[in-house]
């Protein structure tokens, strides 16, 4: 395997912050009179890039609210609870340094803005840590297209058999997998059908890192 660098998603493997989108959905339609669950949003939302999500909640409840005052309202709850409750997976930091000591490039991949890369990073003191940083915000097309894990890849001038991607949601798993890298899935859900062609699936950073070694040892 000639391993040259490590994509990560965001959102779930990095920092532990599906509860804060779902919070934040659920409480900004709340102010508008619609209920929705944490369910729905697994469902509807997990791994969409912002105005996905804002036009999926418009379309299916005919909100009058404009979308662009939606994603404002989202994007803003879920920064506030970022830098006030957010924390790093457990294993990121470990995983970093393991990547690191291997050589490896880091980079990001995310459905979310600027604005919330923005909040993780100092929240998690992770601005040293990352070569390359691409939204999907960026891109015409979030996941599941594979425009931002294309551009990550473009960005560290490899090609997508020198790269690793790390993601948790269905949306992020599409997207790399059209992007042609070999992605291993890193969820509590990592051993459901919907991952089965996955390189590898697993609960924890911890238990990739410990998988890996063997794997990635003779790729130095």
Not at 14 to 33: C, H, K, N, P, T
Not at 60 to 82: D, F, M
Not at 100 to 112: C, E, H, V
Not at 122 to 144: I, M, N, Q, T, Y
Request: aromatic share 10%; proline share 3%.
């Amino acid at each position: 395997m000639n391993v040259q660098a490590v994509i990560f998603d965001m959102d779930g493997v990095i920092i532990d912050s599906e509860g804060f989108w779902q919070d934040s959905q659920i409480e900004v339609l709340a102010g508008f009179g619609i209920p929705i669950t944490a369910q729905e949003c697994e469902r509807y939302t997990k791994g969409k890039r912002i105005d996905e999500i804002a036009r999926i909640w418009g379309e299916r409840y005919s909100l009058r609210i404009q979308p662009q005052r939606l994603e404002e309202l989202i994007v803003a709850q879920v920064c506030g609870s970022v830098r006030s409750r957010g924390m790093a997976m457990s294993g990121l930091y470990q995983a970093l340094r393991f990547f690191q000591a291997k050589g490896y490039r880091m980079a990001l991949a995310t459905s979310s803005s600027r604005q919330i890369i923005a909040a993780v990073f100092d929240r998690l003191a992770l601005w040293k840590c990352f070569d390359v940083v691409c939204s999907a915000d960026d891109e015409h097309s979030g996941k599941p297209h594979p425009a931002v894990y294309l551009t990550a890849v473009r960005k560290l001038g490899l090609e997508v058999g020198e790269c690793l991607v790390i993601e948790d949601s269905l949306n992020g798993f599409i997207a790399a997998h059209r992007a042609g890298i070999k992605t291993f899935v890193v969820a509590p859900d990592y051993h459901e059908a919907k991952f089965s062609a996955a390189a590898g699936r697993y609960a924890t950073l911890n238990e990739l890192i410990y998988a890996m070694q063997p794997v990635l040892a003779g790729s130095c």
